[in-house]
């Protein structure tokens, strides 16, 4: 990502990235990662997360603004920047939901205000990424939970987005989701494959994994045993989240204050699935319906790994086509992707696991 900044701010081009994974994988992580990468090579950035009513162009001005009004702060550029500000004011009138934003700017009428999406988001990173080029800077806008933007909505920003990088504009954006994170289609998807990369982000390999536990705890001269890292990556199957997590409970629960040994890993495994089990599972959990969760706890038995539909609804003794809307608000939800045609696995990691502790009999639900 360091080298795609570099290379956009000398007028070349270079691709960014679109983060794809599972949750708690670290893909925001890694976001805040490259907004550092940002800063290092003089851009300036903003980070956006698209919440599930997938509102995309209102959170993307509200950026802007806050990257030209920073850019003035800091580089008292005047009237290039009130213009741009202008377009700016336009584009957002022209949203379907009216004004969201006070700029106190004459507006500019033309470049970002036709109404359809894609014109107008190539009007904007045209403007802005102008103004970034003429005073030696760039533009990051990185934006988090991107698989609740609906596939239109994705193609306009990636038309959009288009026309800067043709022009070589210094200013792009970095982008993660779950995996599923729209299909992009067409004119767009060869467009996207052009100017991003798309990395798939899992569970860690073995020996990163270990580095995540160990590393921290040398810092502060803890040790830990073989046979209790062993645990843990049996345990977590080497996900960020719960490798923080388990790591988290081990070292508390450590008897001896410089040494973590496997005794004291299988002594916390209770507290650290209890924790996981009330915050980053349970909060997933908090909006399904009834058969939404008959549905998961189905999944679990029939797991781990993606299951095909017909099976979860044979084991409910449904016919596939009655559980259409449960699967599909599943996903909609984003607890669930489809990896493949007619299968489905979930997007939390080892939620099967969590479904059983939780419903343990699935009788009761039939
Ligand atoms: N490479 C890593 N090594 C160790 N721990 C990590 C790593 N990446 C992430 N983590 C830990 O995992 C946790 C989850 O990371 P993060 O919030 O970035 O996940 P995410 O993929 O954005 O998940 P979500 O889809 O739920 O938003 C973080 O709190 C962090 O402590
Ligand atoms: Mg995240």
Redesign the pocket.
């Known amino acids: 990502m360091d080298v795609v900044l570099q290379r956009l701010r000398l007028g070349r081009d270079g691709r960014s990235q679109l983060l794809t ?1 599972l ?8 976001l805040n990662e490259f907004e550092q990468l940002a800063d290092g090579r003089g851009y300036f950035h903003e980070h956006i997360e698209v919440t599930e009513e997938g509102d995309l162009a209102p959170r993307l001005a509200a950026a802007f603004r806050r990257v030209l009004l920073s850019m003035e702060a800091r580089r008292r550029i005047g009237e290039r920047i009130r213009r741009a500000l202008g377009v700016l004011k336009a584009f957002s009138i022209s949203l379907p939901d009216g004004p969201e934003l006070s700029i106190d700017v004459a507006t500019v009428f033309g470049p970002a205000d036709s109404g359809d999406l894609a014109t107008d988001l190539a009007g904007l990173f045209v403007e802005i990424g102008e103004v970034a080029r003429d005073h030696d800077t760039g533009v990051l806008i990185t934006i988090d ?1 991107l698989h609740y933007v609906n596939v239109q909505t994705l193609e306009a920003l990636v038309m959009g987005l288009h026309r800067a990088s043709q022009l070589r504009l210094p200013i792009t954006v970095a982008g ?1 989701g ?1 995996p599923t994170l729209a299909a992009l289609t067409g004119e767009a998807k060869s467009y996207a494959e052009r100017m991003f990369v798309f990395p798939v ?1 899992g569970s ?1 390999p073995d020996s ?1 994994a270990r580095e ?1 536990l160990v590393v921290p705890a040398a810092d502060e001269k803890v040790r830990w045993q073989d046979d209790a890292l062993d645990a843990v990556l049996r345990e977590t199957q080497g996900y ?2 719960f ?2 997590e388990f790591g988290k409970q081990a070292w508390d629960a450590a008897e001896d204050p410089v040494v973590i040994t496997a005794g004291d890993v299988e002594r916390s495994i209770p507290v650290a699935t209890a924790e996981l089990d009330d915050g980053f599972f349970r909060v997933r959990t908090g909006r399904t319906s009834d058969p939404e969760r008959a549905y998961l706890r189905a999944m679990a038995e029939l797991g781990p790994g993606p299951v095909r539909s017909g099976e979860v609804a044979a084991m409910l003794n449904r016919r596939t086509t009655a559980l259409g809307p449960t699967r599909d608000g599943l996903i909609r939800k984003a607890l669930c992707y489809s990896p493949r045609w007619g299968e489905i696995d979930f997007t939390v990691p080892l939620f099967g696991d969590f479904m059983k502790r939780w419903i343990p009999d699935l009788s009761r639900l039939l």
Request: hydrophobic content about 45%; glycine content about 16%; overall charge neutral.
């Open positions: 994974g949750r708690g994988v670290g893909k925001t992580v890694m939970e993660a779950l982000i860690l990163e995540a960020p989240y490798l923080q």
